[in-house]
């Protein structure tokens, strides 16, 4: 469904902020749907970028973690040097223009696949902001459950643990996100479906619609009935039924666009 490179001129006329715009502002319920194109600006790498898994080829699985010491080890020798670095990622324009239209009461939620926790640093309400892949910055026993933050991990390697193990139950840590193979987090997903199948318009933000079962959410609010409109700056699968396809950057961008949906006597 990716659209063909001769566009038309009609569809010229809609790939524009103006007409995403227009789009958005006669919907009653938004909600944004973020990929890792969002956070770049702030430092992360894109998964499908030069340093991104795909093109690195280290695609981490929970099989290997569970059934190779050496990998656990690396991984949090790994963690324990670049946490601080993900702890100082701060949010950029895209995060805050999306926080803007949540705070004029035109924004209902947000679903990301990033594990960044940037869009909860903006300062979105927690209640709408549903992280798809979970949280770099809660980690939790994979046998038990048991939870902790990021910070409290964190300092027990400082203090000189090399693999840290659950104080409850003996069983391995590893942060709170999702690998490759494993299932999207049942309530998360029940939400986020939810949420796509009642919103009036989709927006999505730096995804390359490409990792499923995520991608298939805008899929869902679009057979629901709402409108979508897609800023990202490579062709995606759904470019074909997008109300308004932006192919640009997310920061600058959603500043403007949420510029303009809330623009006095738009």
């Given at each position: ?223 629901a009935g709402a409108r979508l409109v897609i800023i990202n700056r490579t062709p995606t699968p759904l470019d074909g039924i997008a109300d308004a396809v932006l192919r640009s950057e997310a920061g600058p961008t959603l500043e403007a666009l949420v510029e303009a949906i809330l623009a006095?006597?738009?």
């Open positions: 469904m990716v659209r063909d490179a001769a566009v038309s001129e009609d569809r010229r006329e809609m790939d524009t902020v103006p007409a995403a715009a227009a789009v958005l502002r006669s919907a009653g319920r938004i909600v944004a749907f973020t990929g890792a194109g969002i956070s770049t600006e702030s430092g992360i790498p894109d998964y499908r970028g030069p340093n991104g898994v795909w093109t690195t080829g280290a695609i981490p699985t929970m099989t290997g973690f569970r059934d190779d010491p050496a990998v656990r080890r690396a991984y949090w020798e790994g963690r324990r040097t670049r946490y601080p670095e993900m702890v100082a990622k701060r949010p950029n324009r895209g995060h805050q223009a999306l926080v803007r239209l949540e705070r004029a009461g035109r924004l209902a939620a947000v679903i990301t696949q990033n594990i960044d926790g940037l869009h909860l640093a903006a300062g979105h309400d927690p209640e709408r902001v549903l992280e798809l892949h979970g949280s770099s910055h809660v980690i939790r026993c994979l046998d038990c459950d048991r939870r902790w933050s990021g910070a409290e991990i964190h300092a027990r390697l400082s203090a000189g643990e090399s693999v840290p193990g659950c104080h409850v139950c003996g069983g391995p840590l590893r942060a709170a996100t999702i690998l490759f193979g494993e299932a999207l987090p049942p309530v998360a997903l029940s939400r986020a479906t939810g949420a796509a199948a009642h919103c009036d318009a989709m927006l999505v933000v730096g995804s390359s619609l490409a990792v499923k079962p995520a991608a298939q959410v805008p899929e869902l609010a679009h057979r006095r006597g738009a």
